[in-house]
């Protein structure tokens, strides 16, 4: 079975850009989360999609969204990066059932973004 | 909503050493409780859970983590560490219906 990957490994952008971060889940994964870590800090979750639709978010402004195709690789967009915005963009796969359950969650390798 | 401390940022451990991370975590019933490893450049891997019954879990590379409700901990170990075993780990809590939260994991350095 194919993990979770992940692209680009590694962009820099500048401040007020936009920037889209792939993520292609686990082969027989339906639900895909998105984290976000900052350098010396654990991942915090910025939502979580299942059956193509946000089925959760955490503490992060409108100007992070999302998409998950019929596929359910999914996307994960950012407007208007700013400074803060530097950090590892993880994305992870699971079987779900459309709320927190019991998932055991497999992380793709991440997407390093750096904003100047 | 739930919340995970570890307490020790940095620790390094001589090879073949024991080793003991700790994690405390706070949430009002039973959690599902998880130890992810994340080596440089790396994503995080899944290295044991807690969903119920023996408070005692086997993962993989010979770790274990040990439940204990009374102290709200979720404690990983290993008999002997490699040099492999460097690397960043952390503890991780889901309860209810609420996301997977991470506590701010501890680095772990080994030395000859």
């Known amino acids: 079975e194919t993990g979770v990957t992940q692209s680009p490994t590694h962009l820099i952008k500048t401040r007020g850009q936009q920037v889209t971060l792939r993520c292609s889940s686990q082969?027989?994964?339906?639900?895909v989360s998105w984290y976000q870590q900052a350098l010396g800090q654990g991942p915090q979750f910025i939502f979580q999609?299942?059956?193509?639709?946000?089925?959760g978010r955490g503490n992060f402004p409108p100007r992070f969204s999302g998409l998950q195709f019929p596929n359910y690789s999914s996307e994960l967009n950012v407007n208007a990066l700013e400074l803060d915005d530097s950090a590892l963009y993880l994305c992870?796969?699971?079987?779900?059932?459309?709320?927190?359950?019991?998932?055991?969650?497999?992380f793709g390798a991440g997407s390093r973004l750096t904003v100047l | 909503a739930q919340s995970v401390t570890q307490p020790d940022i940095h620790i390094t451990v001589s090879e073949g050493a024991s080793l003991e991370l700790r994690c405390n975590y706070s949430y009002g019933a039973t959690p599902y409780l998880f130890w992810y490893v994340q080596s440089p450049g790396q994503g995080l891997q899944l290295l044991l859970k807690?969903?119920?019954?023996?408070?005692l879990v086997q993962g993989i590379k010979g770790f274990e983590a040990e439940f204990k409700r009374s102290q709200s901990s979720f404690n990983l170990r290993k008999p002997s560490v490699h040099w492999s075993d460097a690397a960043e780990y952390f503890c991780a809590v889901l309860g209810g219906n609420t996301p997977l939260v991470f506590g701010k994991g501890t680095r772990l350095s080994v030395i000859a």
């Open positions: 807690y969903f119920s019954g023996d408070t």
């Open positions: 999609y299942y059956r193509e639709e946000e089925n």
């Open positions: 992870a796969s699971s079987l779900g059932t459309g709320g927190y359950g019991a998932n055991v969650l497999t």
């Open positions: 082969s027989g994964h339906n639900t």
